[in-house]
């Protein structure tokens, strides 16, 4: 119960006594960037699911935008992810964002 008080807490408001919890911390960069990589890797699995069941392990982002419900612009920040992981492909590339990808076999292994 104490550590739920400390996470949401107003203490760094108080001074000094915040000081020495802040540094424990880490930085509100590392903390973003952790949320980010949790919310890639789960959008990224519902990506490459859609990816393995679609014919050919192939599909567009507007197919899979509308499969996942999620909005294209986070759609294309997961495709950029997956792909420099190489776990997918952009086998057509597309001005308005509707590429055609394909899954990869360092893809398949993380559904497996």
Known sequence: ??????KLSV???RGSSANSSSAQRP???QQAQR?????????GRKV?????KGKGEKASVYE????I?????????VVEYLQSKAMIEIVNSDLKG?????????????LA
């Open 69 to 77: 419900q999620v909005p294209i612009d986070t759609v294309l920040k």
């Open 11 to 13: 203490d760094y408001l």
């Open 27 to 29: 930085p509100v960069e």
């Open 35 to 43: 949320f980010m990589d949790d919310a890639l890797i789960s959008y």
């Open 98 to 110: 509707n590429h055609e990808l394909h899954l990869v076999p360092a893809g398949k292994k993380l």
């Open 48 to 52: 490459l699911e859609v990816l393995e």
């Open 1 to 6: 119960m104490s550590d739920i008080k400390k």
């Open 64 to 67: 899979i935008c509308e499969q």
